[in-house]
């Protein structure tokens, strides 16, 4: 199941890019290309992960470039609808809250 589908959709002020499928070293270059060509300047980029069900390493690597590459530019990144695992991997990695806003209640009860 290394099938990644995005869909792109760009606003005044924003741009939204809907993700579903494994986001891992096999998938991310498909993932990487859909940014490159958005001219993302002073804009808020949309990560919606909400059809995420697993993020590797690789996953996470592209969030933090994507991050830093907005902050750069004076945008901002926003990742919102992570599942269980990637948001655990998050958390694992101490990255959590440089990538989702800070609102209540959305962050998800992690178990073993």
Do not use: W
């Not at 002020?13 to 993932?31: F, N, Q, R, W, Y």
């Not at 004076?74 to 800070?102: F, M, N, S, W």
């Amino acid at each position: 199941m290394n099938d990644l589908t995005v869909i792109t959709q760009q606003y005044a002020e924003s741009t939204v890019i809907t993700v579903a499928g494994a986001v891992d070293l096999k998938t991310c270059p498909a993932l990487v290309r859909a940014t490159l060509v958005i001219p993302l300047g002073g804009k808020t980029l949309q990560l919606d992960l909400s059809r995420v069900s697993f993020m590797d390493s690789s996953g996470l690597n592209l969030l933090l470039q994507l991050r830093r590459r907005l902050l750069a530019e004076g945008g901002r990144l926003v990742v919102t609808g992570l599942q269980k695992q990637p948001a655990r991997l998050l958390h694992l990695t101490e990255t959590y809250e440089l990538l989702i806003p800070d609102t209540a209640g959305d962050s998800p009860v992690l178990t073993d």
